[in-house]
């Protein structure tokens, strides 16, 4: 059972959490938004220009596998207003879930369970809360997923750029754009499995590079956690 933390780490948690919320909390905000912008876009797909231009080219149409349910590794680069920060995200098709970063020369870990969610600072005990808290993490694990309802919204308004090598170098990728106001994202699907390799998003000062490794992951919660008061 997780005892309470003593107030000794009070000053700890704090400068951990803050650690999360202006550096990986910072990066998984703007994902968060951004991924509100395109659900409101996708919406209005069917009337946008973007939509029109593609039926009429009648060229081919976004077919991508849904990475739900499969386990992959996808490392996140984004550039935020020329700072870089790069992010491991890792999920093992089950619902588990973890993403690490470094932050001031340590590596902070977000663990998320079917029942909790855990914030580790390098070999330092972890912080437990309950799953209803995890949008206080500011990280939000179905921004770097793509289901099949997000897919097929994508139809609407993807246009196709022809082929080219896959960015991890393995096979040729279809290459598909999707703009919406000030936002454009370029999705690289392989040619042969239909999986995604990378979606590239770029938004003003901000860009970011998702490339995805699909294989094995084992995602666990961590054993030396203890629960953080809630009150």
């Given at each position: 059972m997780d005892d309470k933390p003593p107030k000794s780490s009070k000053k700890k948690v704090i400068l951990i959490v803050l650690a999360v919320l202006l550096i990986?909390?910072?990066?998984?905000?703007?994902?968060?938004?951004?991924?509100?912008?395109?659900?409101?876009?996708?919406?209005?797909?069917?009337?946008?220009?973007?939509?029109?231009?593609?039926?009429?080219?009648?060229?081919?149409?976004?077919?991508?596998?849904s990475t739900s349910g499969k386990p992959f590794v996808a490392t996140v680069n984004t550039t935020i207003n020329g700072k870089d920060v790069t992010g491991i995200m890792s999920s093992d098709g089950q619902g588990n879930v973890s993403y690490v970063y470094k932050a001031?020369?340590?590596?902070?870990?977000?663990i998320y369970t079917a029942d909790a969610y855990y914030l580790c600072s390098g070999t330092e005990t972890c912080l437990k809360y309950a799953a209803s808290k995890s949008s206080s993490s500011g990280f939000d694990p179905s921004t770097y997923q793509f289901d099949s309802s997000r897919l097929n919204a994508?139809?609407?308004?993807?246009?196709?750029?022809?082929?080219?090598?896959?960015?991890?170098?393995?096979?040729?990728?279809?290459?598909?754009?999707?703009?919406?106001?000030?936002?454009?994202?370029?999705?690289?699907?392989?040619a042969s499995t239909k999986q995604i390799a990378k979606v590239t998003t770029k938004s003003?000062?901000?860009?970011?590079?998702?490339?995805?490794e699909y294989k094995a992951v084992t995602v666990a919660a961590p054993t030396n956690s203890v629960t953080l008061p809630t009150q």
């Open positions: 990986g909390g910072g990066v998984a905000a703007y994902f968060v938004n951004k991924n509100n912008q395109d659900e409101k876009a996708q919406k209005a797909a069917e009337t946008s220009e973007a939509a029109n231009t593609n039926q009429a080219s009648n060229t081919k149409t976004l077919e991508a596998a001031d020369g340590k590596d902070i870990s977000l994508l139809k609407n308004t993807a246009a196709y750029q022809g082929q080219q090598t896959c960015p991890t170098g393995t096979g040729t990728c279809d290459v598909w754009s999707v703009t919406s106001g000030s936002t454009t994202t370029t999705m690289y699907v392989n003003g000062t901000t860009t970011s590079d998702i490339t995805y």
